[in-house]
């Protein structure tokens, strides 16, 4: 009774205070739960940012079909999603009038020009969205990065989206320039979990969706990334990529330098950099690349038309790729090098089905250093050049189970195979000849 008498005491001066005058106690009316954007409801917000300004904590931005000319920028948990209204349902985030602007620096330092910006939050969802870079206005070789949908520091999930167009406005004129990232995940520590699923991504200049650590070469942890089920394509079918100024090579997902997780069911086609040929190094693109981080898992996965399909690559600056485990992949028309190629220590290749490969199947290479104690079985391996290409250095590797079908040579000792004059390679001009480092990964450090 004693406690419930001084509650009746408190509330009694409370209501006295706000009756003499109310300057004692200010009213803060809270901030809504959930906020629309667009015309299809009442009230509603014009713009994306300001619902996002103006929702609570961990609510709700729901976006109703039309074009919003904007950039966004989140550093509160919300769930940002676009809604249909009748028959529409495509919520578009476009460049404003005057192209993008540089709204973000990267965890390095180098200036971002992000259509969705994802700052140090957790608990952030962002769906059902299209995120078009058409009208982006970035030409040449600026050291700002353009990306669609950047994740910094922060957590959450990136489903069911479209993320087009993340290429310069110029890019005809200037191939080669290492920039548009159409999803970036990038974060300094593994307390940055993401999951970044069912999105259909296509038309990018550099990377389709990408996974960063912290680049320093010390083993610092980057971001938990799980990346599945989503539609990647890069422009690799198109004329654009024929030019002799072509964009830059292409990854579809990229794992580096720290970022750990699992690549799980994607679809990823025509990552190709038309120029490409079997004697130049560092600029083949590739499905899937795991650059300088380890224990990736690549799992029931479809790769279709790439130069590299899933390479492991370790780089002695920046760390190792051991540990990569590539399973029960499905990969078909790989041009110029090898559906797999593990350029690490202690990977496993197991159960993949892998039709018409220029030059191997899957190649255990030993040009980026060392390729030791990898296990090669029960892969079916249908056309090359060699079905396992084994480096001469490589040692302690495990080749057992494999079927071969129409290989010229199906376990050969080497890192190169030229194929008969019967059958020449598709899109090489040159003798197959591999040299380190030749798939080109995204890397902040060197922009």
């Known amino acids: 009774m004693l406690g419930s008498n001084k509650q009746r005491v408190c509330l009694s001066l409370v209501g006295m205070l706000a009756l003499g005058g109310g300057s004692a106690v200010a009213h803060v009316a809270p901030l809504p739960h959930k906020i629309y954007v667009g015309s299809c409801y009442f009230p509603s917000s014009p713009t994306i940012q300001a619902a996002i300004n103006g929702v609570a904590s961990g609510g709700e931005v729901a976006v109703c079909p039309g074009i919003y000319p904007e950039q966004v920028t989140i550093n509160q948990p919300v769930t940002l999603t676009g809604i249909t209204n009748g028959t529409a349902s495509a919520a578009v985030v476009v460049p404003p009038a005057a192209g993008l602007a540089t709204n973000a620096s990267d965890i390095f330092g180098n200036p971002v020009s992000a259509q969705i910006f994802v700052e140090n939050a957790t ?13 982006n206005n970035i030409v040449g070789c600026v050291p700002t990065t353009f990306e669609g949908i950047y994740f910094q520091n922060s957590s959450g999930k990136i489903q069911h989206n479209t993320v087009r167009n993340q290429y310069q406005t110029d890019i005809a ?10 999803i970036n995940v990038e974060s300094l520590t593994t307390a940055s979990v993401v999951t970044v699923s069912a999105n259909s991504v296509r038309a990018f200049q550099k990377n389709g969706i990408t996974a960063t650590g912290s680049a320093t070469g010390t083993g610092a942890p980057g971001p938990i990334v799980t990346i599945s089920g989503n539609y990647i394509v890069g422009l690799g079918a198109t004329a654009l990529n024929w030019l002799p100024s072509a964009p830059a090579a292409e990854n579809g997902i990229q794992f580096s330098y720290g970022a750990t997780g699992t690549v799980t069911q994607n679809t990823v086609n025509d990552t190709i950099w038309g120029p490409d040929t079997s004697a130049d190094t560092g600029d083949a693109a590739s499905g899937i690349l795991v650059y300088a981080s380890q224990g990736i898992n690549i799992n029931d996965n479809k790769v279709n038309s790439a130069q590299f399909s899933i390479v492991a690559v370790s780089d002695p600056t920046y760390g190792t790729a051991d540990g990569t485990i590539v399973s029960t992949n499905y990969i078909a028309g790989t041009q110029i090098f090898d559906a797999i190629d593990l350029c690490s220590n202690a990977n496993t290749a197991r ?8 030059e191997s199947g899957i190649h255990i290479d030993d040009t980026c250093g060392t390729s030791n104690n990898n296990v090669v079985t029960s892969n079916n391996i249908n056309e090359g050049c060699a079905g396992i290409l084994e480096g001469a250095t490589s040692t302690g590797n495990t080749i057992s189970s494999n079927t071969f079908y129409n290989v010229v040579t199906t376990i050969l000792s080497g890192d190169t195979c030229t ?3 019967y059958a020449p390679a598709a899109r090489s001009a040159a003798p197959r000849s591999h040299k380190a480092l030749r798939p080109s990964p995204y890397n902040p450090m060197r922009r």
Do not use: K, M, R
């Open 173 to 182: 004129d200037y191939g080669g320039c290492q920039n548009g990232l159409a």
């Open 351 to 358: 159960s993949n089905t892998i039709y018409g490969s220029t």
């Open 123 to 135: 608990a952030v969802t962002i769906e059902n969205l299209t995120v078009d870079g058409v009208g």
């Open 419 to 421: 194929l008969p004059s």
